[in-house]
């Protein structure tokens, strides 16, 4: 217990998340495009074939494990429990539908390497993403609508958290699926404006977003009061898991999501880090009653 106190689990759990991010990056820039790095090396190729069937799932699962317990720190157990449940349901249906109909994101279809999938269609380390970095992404939006003391500090929250999320994805989708990269996590077959992705995806992005946090903040019933744990850790998992995106991107050539993920999420993401507003930030928990 004393451990959950003073925030060492947490910290371990993101150390974990980060070092599986880093491990993937070197799978996907540096392992794959040069075999003859490890396939004379019998661990080596243990290792390669190890991570070629777990580690794109790994640091997902890590992610999830760290914000359920820095949620649940934070918020509450049942708060973050709630969160949980709803953010895996709706994303993993809004995916479902996308796969299997091509709304609301469009028409693709995942590959194999994010782990075993739900009905065939959907890795079950997706939804666990949704969850992770919406709760982040929430947490963050939540601060930031402090600092800028809306009086409205729910929508604000909620819009924030959205926002957050979806400049996520900016990043994200055009490097995870692009054919110059070692492999593919997906695989659209549609067109669009944005580096060949439909619009309709990140409306989509957004609409999920705001179903699964306005109907979490529902059935709370009551907005996350500002106390006392830092918000360090969220915003330490949004910034990396972005940082994540971005060295994808770079990778293949795109360097214009980069900046709109800088421009639109990281520096206003950082913004929270003003010390008047991390002093009376320091845990954002329920009402004792709640």
Do not use: C
């Given at each position: ?26 799978g996907i820039l540096v392992m794959l495009p040069n ?72 028409n693709y279809e995942y590959t194999n390497f994010l ?77 669009g404006p944005y580096f060949g992705m439909p619009i ?91």
């Amino acid at each position: 217990m004393n451990r959950l106190q003073n925030g060492s689990l947490p910290t371990w759990l993101f150390i974990a998340h980060l070092t599986a991010l880093i491990f993937g990056l070197i799978g996907i820039l540096v392992m794959l495009p040069n075999p003859e790095l490890w396939s004379g090396d019998p661990n080596g190729v243990r290792v390669f074939n190890f991570s070629m069937e777990y580690a794109g799932a790994i640091h997902i699962i890590l992610g999830a494990i760290a914000m359920l317990v820095v949620g649940g720190l934070a918020l509450g157990r049942r708060f973050v429990g709630i969160f949980f449940v709803v953010a895996f349901t709706l994303s993993l249906t809004s995916e479902l539908l996308g796969t299997g109909t091509g709304w609301p994101f469009g028409n693709y279809e995942y590959t194999n390497f994010l782990g075993y999938k739900v009905l065939g269609h959907v890795p079950y380390s997706i939804p666990l993403s949704w969850f992770y970095m919406g709760l982040s992404s929430y947490m963050i939006g939540s601060l930031l609508a402090k600092k800028l003391n809306v009086k409205r500090h729910t929508a604000w929250t909620i819009g924030l958290g959205v926002w957050f999320l979806t400049v996520w994805d900016l990043v994200l989708d055009p490097a995870m699926a692009h054919e110059s990269l070692s492999i593919q996590f997906w695989v659209w077959d549609e067109t669009g404006p944005y580096f060949g992705m439909p619009i309709k995806n990140f409306i989509g992005w957004s609409v999920t977003g705001l179903l699964y946090m306005g109907l979490s903040r529902i059935l709370w019933k009551r907005e996350p009061n500002p106390d006392h744990i830092s918000v360090r850790l969220p915003l330490a998992v949004y910034i990396v898991n972005m940082g994540f995106a971005m060295v994808l991107s770079l990778s293949v050539g795109l360097w214009f999501p980069v900046v709109l993920a800088v421009v639109l999420g990281v520096i206003p993401a950082l913004f929270i880090l003003d010390s008047r507003v991390l002093t009376p930030f320091r845990q954002m928990r329920m009402a004792p009653d709640a």
